[in-house]
Structures are given as C-alpha cells and as structure tokens.
T-cell receptor, first 111, second 115 residues
Framework: LAKTTQPISMDSYEGQEVNITCSHN???????ITWYQQFPSQGPRFIIQ???TKVTNEVASLFIPADRKSSTLSLPRVSLSDTAVYYC????????????FGQGTELSVKP | EAGVAQSPRYKIIEKRQSVAFWCNPI?????LYWYQQILGQGPKLLIQ????????DSQLPKDRFSAERLKGVDSTLKIQPAKLEDSAVYLC?????????????FGPGTRLTVT
C-alpha cells in the first residue's frame, strides 16, 4: 500500500507560485497520483491526476519525475481563495480504486 | 448538473442514541462512497458501493455502523449506538466508476456531534 508524505503546512503570498511536493516511495506500477483540494466546511474537490511526466489543466500543473517516487503540485499565481488543504493520493489501483487520504498540506495564502 | 446531496447538514445527539445520514449521488454515478473525517485529519473511507453491492467495507465498524444503497441510487449510513469518538463530518461521494482513475465528487457532508 503506497503511503504519501507531504508537508503539514505552507505559507504563501498572493500572486506567487506555490509548489507542494509529495513523496510516495512505494508507488506501484499501476498507481496514479491524484490531488484533491478541500475548503473548510466543504467536501474535497478533484484538482488533477497524472501517471508520469507533466500534466496541466486550467487550475494546476502536476510534475512527476521518471522514478515516480514523488510528485509536485504547482499552483500558479495563487490568490486568497486558494487557501485550503491539499491532499496527495496514490490510488490502490488493483483494489477497486480505494483512495487513502493522508493529513494533507494546509496552504495559507496571505495578502 | 446537480451535485451530491446530503442531509442533514448538522446533527447533535447524545451517546448511545442512533442517527442516520442520507446521500443522493450524482445521477448516473455507479459508485458511492461514505467517508468519516475527524477534525484535523483527512477523510477515511468507511464503505464503497458499486451500484447496490458493497465493494469495500473493511474500515466500517460493523458492530455499530451500517449502510445500504437500495436500488443502486440513494444511500443511508446509520450509527447505533453512537459513541463520543463518532463525532466527525460524514462525507458522501460518488463517481462514474470504481477505479482510482474516476474523479470522486463529494457532498457538503454532515457534521455529527455526540455529547
């Protein structure tokens, strides 16, 4: 079962680029890497998913090195509304897709 | 497109009482999940349904928790009797399929306080 490790908290300022790195040393060959965002009093929301190299959507980019033992979520030009908890998940693809949420990274964006 | 609906949003009960939560997933989503989120922690999967069958309930405390998904649509999660440590937010999520590749859509959750 792949376990993920990410910083508990990060601080940033509006307009900066934020990079949150997650380590998953025991990732399996068929595992994907998924990031979710959670605002207070709301359920988590899907941000991005990738398998290798780089994935980009309208919200974020996900960088995955060749060994796939880590991944970096990049949020360009953050705003106050990006203040949330960000979860890195590695799915257990051969067990029905069960996702295991860790503690997440609490990102605080300041003006 | 309507999202995942949950009710009630808040519930306060005394220990040893029973409580039930309701979830209506996004139309057409075959997979439904119930998570428990304790303050300061990430969500923990309690049970996963594929249509009306249980795929994974390995972390469901079966001596007090039960869940059902009749007709493969709505679902209810019940706790009987409740303990103080059951105080948490109970999140329902749904997805088109049951693999990790499928995006999970979460409802707003039900905040349970057991006194």
């Amino acid at each position: 079962l792949a376990k993920t490790t990410q910083p508990i908290s990060m601080d940033s300022y509006e307009g900066q680029e934020v990079n949150i790195t997650c380590s998953h040393n025991n990732i399996a060959t068929n595992d994907y890497i998924t990031w979710y965002q959670q605002f207070p009093s709301q359920g988590p929301r899907f941000i991005i998913q990738g398998y290798k190299t780089k994935v980009t959507n309208e919200v974020a980019s996900l960088f995955i090195p060749a060994d796939r033992k880590s991944s970096t979520l990049s949020l360009p030009r953050v705003s106050l509304s990006d203040t949330a908890v960000y979860y890195c998940l590695v799915g257990v693809g051969n067990q029905g897709g069960k996702l295991i949420f860790g503690q997440g990274t609490e990102l605080s964006v300041k003006p | 497109e309507a999202g995942v609906a949950q009710s009630p949003r808040y519930k306060i009960i005394e220990k040893r009482q029973s409580v039930a939560f309701w979830c209506n997933p996004i139309s057409g989503h075959a997979t439904l999940y119930w998570y428990q989120q304790i303050l300061g922690q990430g969500p923990k999967l309690l049970i996963q349904f594929q249509n009306n069958g249980v795929v994974d309930d390995s972390q469901l405390p079966k001596d007090r928790f039960s869940a059902e998904r009749l007709k493969g649509v709505d679902s209810t999660l019940k706790i009987q009797p409740a303990k103080l440590e059951d105080s948490a937010v109970y999140l329902c999520a749904s997805s088109l399929g049951g693999g990790e590749r499928y995006e999970q859509y979460f409802g707003p959750g039900t905040r349970l306080t057991v006194t």
